[in-house]
Each structure stands twice: as C-alpha cells, then as structure tokens.
C-alpha cells in the first residue's frame, strides 16, 4: 500500500507522522510540566525541609504525629521501661515480627505472634490465656508499627493490659540485654 503511493504522497504522510508525533510529545511534555509544578505544590513544605536538610526530621514528626492518631489509647513503653518489666517477670512478651526474624533472636522467654497469624487471633495459643495478664508488644525497630498494630488488636480481643515497646527488638539487642534463639 505505501510502496503504491506516488513519492509526494508519502512526503506529505510523511510530514503528517512528524508533526503527530512533535503534537504528542509536546502534550506529553506540558503534562509532565504540570504534574511536576502540582507535586511541588503539593509538597512544598518537604521541599523547603530538604533544601534545608531537616528532611529527616520532618518525615519523623509527621510519622509521630500520624502514630498518635491511629494508635490513640495504645500505651507505650522505652527501653528502660520494658527491660524493668522483663526483669521483674511482670509480663509476657509478644514478638510481632515474623517467624524468621522470631527464630533467629528475641527476647529472652517471647511468644510470636507473626503478622500472617494476626487475622485469626482466637485460633492462637495466646488468647487462651488470661486476659487480665499484662503484655508487652514488640516488633524489630522503632520505625515499626507492628507493635502497635499488634497491641491495638490484643485490646480489640480483649486484653485489658496491653504495653507496645516502641524501641523495637533492636533496641533491646543493641542493649545487650538477654535474648534466645530458635523456640
């Protein structure tokens, strides 16, 4: 079909394909323009923070800040605190990392309960156990909402003493204090 049509009129499609394709890159290009000026409206105040190099501390608060909505009535735990609990034998401790993570170190005499099993609480070990009995919740770091997901559901279940150790299982490792492998 092309190979039929007479040389002008392969020029002139020819010029039609260019100036298709200039139209499609430069609409392309304007909403590229624009998403780019819309993202920086946006999120005008993590730019300012970047440039400034306090990015960090920013993104830090705005998580603080979030976590205190979402997990409002989960009472937390430092360090200090847990370790004074696991060394009074006052509670259990819940590990709510994953089963490999579980296996391979945590706290000294830890349930896990991993994130996998969370949606089928009542089936687990655990909730055969009294419900007055404190818990401390942990997951690996303190970035991690694992243990404050984990406590909220243990409330939900009916656990009326339930603590989230925020400084998470590294914490609590680079501490020194005690820890075990495997079960």
């Known amino acids: 079909m092309v190979g039929d049509m007479p040389k002008t009129t392969k020029a002139a499609a ?6 298709t394709w200039r139209r499609e890159l430069a609409l392309a290009g304007g909403y590229l323009f624009l998403a780019v000026i819309l993202g920086l409206s946006f999120h005008w105040s993590l730019v300012q923070a970047s440039l400034r190099g306090n990015l960090t501390t920013l993104l830090d608060q705005k998580h603080q800040e979030r976590r205190e909505v979402q997990f409002q009535g989960v009472k937390t735990l430092d360090l200090a605190q847990a370790y004074q609990i696991w060394q009074e034998k006052r509670a259990l401790f819940v590990d709510a990392r994953k089963a490999e993570e579980y296996q391979e170190l945590h706290v000294q005499g830890a349930v896990n309960v991993p994130p996998e099993t969370w949606a089928e609480l009542a089936s687990l070990e655990l909730m055969k156990m009294d ?3 404190e818990l401390v919740v942990y997951c690996s770091q303190e970035s991690c909402d694992d243990a404050l997901k984990l406590s909220k559901k243990l409330k939900a279940a009916g656990f009326s003493r339930v603590l989230a150790f925020t400084g998470g299982f590294r914490a609590w490792d680079e501490a020194g204090y005690p820890a075990d492998t495997g079960r």
């Open 131 to 133: 419900r007055s009995r």
């Open 14 to 19: 020819a010029v039609m394909i260019q100036a």
